[in-house]
Nanobody, 129 residues
Framework: QVQLVESGGGLVQAGGSLRLSCVAS????????MGWFRQAPGKERAFVAA????????TLIDSVKGRFTISRDNAKNTVYLQMNSLKPEDTAVYYC??????????????????????WGQGTQVTVSL
């Protein structure tokens, strides 16, 4: 019973910034790989970023490298997605997700939606021209 709740979405002008937060409750947050996915209108939900439970390993898709940063604060049971230089094509519903892992890093399966056991409700990000 792990509950995930996202927040921080909204409407922002192109070039602006947002920081998404995802708070976990229901059990310990440590030893969970945490990821962010997004779903744009008319498109499939897609992987965006992930972070190992140690915080020492991260993955971001090429289209957001240099603009987005994923981080976590295990003491607060929270994972963040800092989004800078936002573009209209970033418009989507953003979901956080997690799964338990004994591994300190990230194995290839961390980019697959099917790997994740726990999901938040999503938060809307809209980037205007």
């Amino acid at each position: 019973q792990v509950q995930l709740v996202e927040s921080g979405g909204g409407l922002v002008q192109a070039g602006g910034s947002l920081r998404l937060s995802c708070v976990a409750s229901g059990r310990t947050f440590s030893r969970y790989v945490m990821g962010w996915f997004r779903q744009a209108p008319g498109k499939e939900r897609a992987f965006v970023a992930a972070i190992s439970w140690s915080g020492g390993s991260t993955t971001l898709i090429d289209s957001v490298k240099g603009r987005f940063t994923i981080s976590r604060d295990n003491a607060k049971n929270t994972v963040y997605l800092q989004m800078n230089s936002l573009k209209p094509e970033d418009t989507a519903v953003y979901y956080c997700a997690g799964y338990y892992s004994d591994y300190v890093g990230l194995r290839p399966r961390h980019t697959s939606e099917a790997t994740y056991d726990y999901w938040g409700q999503g938060t809307q990000v809209t980037v205007s021209l």
